[in-house]
């Protein structure tokens, strides 16, 4: 890293846990599991019929009603999570900071859900039905686009999609344009909202979804031997990041730095991991040499733990290899377990967790887990929460296409 560093001043959180900071971070440390039947639609002739569903989002509260009626659901919760980052950070949008302020907010599949009932629209009335906002909604760069609009950002207005490391990769490309000088402030992160029959439908013809829709709370089940899929969940979380001294020069609150970022590619197979977790071992190392760091400076691992049979097993043979001896002394926790996998926004709301268990000493558990793994058997700080002084987490992502991702967090004295 040079001397540009970027810092976390502020965040705003959309959940299935709730809308905002504090419904987050005390239903993780509770263990508060709010997976359920999907609501969203009809379900009952899918094989998975479960889902972590936001509960109270009302988008009204961040922006007029028509306008909300013009963004797919993927927009609105990045806008509103945007708007809470601004007022948490107190950072202010002005004539003279615009230009120096960018937007990078990823998402994995972008308004699905608009592009699903237009596509109805169309074959049932026609194509003269169709919305004339059906191609502004579905695109996956208009989270990004929409919050650079409503907030009057004008610097760089990009989007990363890769899938469910599309957070951290907005969160590591983000810090980069910070440290480079491109820009001296990002809102950055991700959003994501299909809930909807297709996504769930494609998720589970291709055997990623857990089936036991008898038991939705205990779904989600990271590094569990019974372990059957991973549920899908939809929020965002966006991250307002700083240059480090112009942050400490308004006063600003620091809750943390983006210390070491990288990403590699497995080259494998378009939806599994690499069954030598090659691309993540580089990613993992790549990171740590980025943050200057050895195994050992890391207190806290976020894994991705999707509760998919390939990906906890291959993401455990991973942090085995890299860290060697210490796997098994640091402590690694999945908040899928809680929340299920948010995919594009899910490693910004992970990184969000890091600085959390940073700032409250404590790290959030891994749920629903009760049968141990001889495949997966470091410590999942298993369904309760844990003191720990953590001063360095590292966060890790893996998606589809190979995609990897991982950021390391450094808690700031």
């Known amino acids: 890293m040079g001397e540009r560093r ?13 809308v905002g900071i504090d419904p987050f971070w005390h239903g993780l440390l509770e263990g508060r599991r709010v997976i359920r039947p999907i609501t969203h639609f009809d379900a009952s002739a ?33 806008v509103a999570a ?19 302020t960018g937007v990078l907010i990823g998402s994995g599949i972008g308004g699905l859900g608009t592009l699903e009932t237009q596509h109805r629209i169309m074959i049932d009335r026609g194509p003269d039905r169709v919305s004339p906002f059906l191609a502004a909604m579905m695109i996956a760069d208009m989270p990004s686009g929409m919050t650079s609009i409503t907030y ?25 344009m910070i440290e480079r000088g491109d820009v001296d402030a990002m809102l950055a992160g991700g959003a994501e909202a299909v809930i909807v029959p297709i996504a769930v439908a494609a998720f589970a013809a291709a055997r990623a979804l857990s089936q036991n829709n008898d038991d939705p709370k205990g779904a989600s089940r990271p590094f569990d031997a019974k372990r059957d899929g991973f549920v899908m969940g939809e929020g ?93 002394k640091v402590p690694i926790s999945s908040i899928k377990s809680i ?15 890091c600085l959390l268990a940073m700032r409250d000493s404590v790290i959030p558990p891994t749920v629903n ?37 991982c950021i390391v ?3 700031t004295a």
């Open 152 to 176: 009057g950002i004008k610097g760089p207005n990009l989007c990363v999609v890769t899938a469910c490391a599309t957070g951290t990769n907005s969160l590591g490309e983000a810090a980069r």
């Open 82 to 100: 945007s708007g809470m980052a601004l007022k948490h950070s107190g950072y202010q949008i002005t004539d003279r900071t615009s230009e120096r």
């Open 236 to 328: 965002a979380a966006v991250l307002m990041l700083e240059e480090k001294a112009i942050a400490q020069a308004r006063g600003a609150t620091i809750y943390g730095e983006i210390v070491g970022y990288a990403s590699t590619s497995d080259a494998h197979h378009i939806t599994a991991p690499e069954p030598e977790a090659n691309g993540a071992i580089r990613c993992m190392n790549l990171a740590l040499k980025d943050a200057g760091m050895a195994p050992t400076d890391v207190g806290y691992i976020n894994a991705h733990g999707t509760s998919t049979q390939l990906n906890d097993a291959a993401e455990t043979r991973a942090i085995k290899q890299v860290f060697g001896d210490q796997a098994y």
């Open 6 to 18: 970027a810092v976390v001043t502020g965040f705003g959180l959309i959940t299935p846990l709730g």
């Open 339 to 353: 929340t299920g996998h948010m995919l594009g926004a899910a490693g910004a709301v992970e990184a969000v967790a």
């Open 409 to 411: 967090l450094e808690k």
């Open 369 to 405: 887990y009760t049968t141990p793994d001889p495949n997966c058997d470091l410590d999942y700080v298993p369904n309760r929460p844990r003191q720990a002084n953590v001063s360095v987490s590292l966060s890790n992502s893996f998606g589809f296409g190979g995609h990897n991702a």
């Open 46 to 78: 899918l094989s998975c019929r479960i889902a972590g569903e936001v509960p109270d989002f009302d988008p009204e509260q961040f922006m007029e009603k028509k306008e909300a009626r013009r963004l797919d659901r993927v927009i609105q919760f990045a």
